[in-house]
C-alpha cells in the first residue's frame, strides 16, 4: 500500500503524467475542477514567510477527474 506521501506529486511531474501544462492544472485547481484534499493539497514543508504554499496533487485522483471533465466537454460541444 502507498503511504500518503508516495500519493501526492509536484505539478511539474502531474502535469508531465496528465499530458498537460502546468497552467492547465492550476486553471483546474484554481477554477474549482480540483477539489482541495482529494486533488490537491498545499504543501508548506520548507517554505518561509509570507507563505506561498506549492500545491501537491493526487495524480490518480487527477486523471479521474480530468477524464470525466474533458469527456462532458467534448460531448456538450457535440451536441
Known amino acids: 500500500m ?5 500519493m501526492w506529486s509536484s ?3 502531474t502535469a508531465e503524467k496528465l499530458g ?3 497552467i492547465k492544472l492550476s486553471f483546474l485547481r484554481e477554477n474549482g ?5 482529494i486533488h ?3 504543501s ?3 517554505q518561509k ?3 506561498k504554499p506549492r500545491a ?3 495524480i490518480k485522483m487527477c486523471r479521474q477527474i480530468i477524464n470525466k471533465f474533458y469527456s462532458e466537454e467534448n460531448f456538450n460541444i457535440a451536441a
Open 44 to 46: 508548506p514543508l520548507g
Open 56 to 58: 501537491l496533487y493526487n
Open 33 to 37: 475542477i480540483l477539489k482541495p484534499g
Open 49 to 51: 514567510k509570507p507563505w
Open 2 to 6: 502507498l503511504g500518503d506521501r508516495d
Open 40 to 42: 490537491w493539497k498545499s
Open 20 to 22: 498537460i501544462t502546468e
Open 11 to 13: 505539478s511539474e511531474l
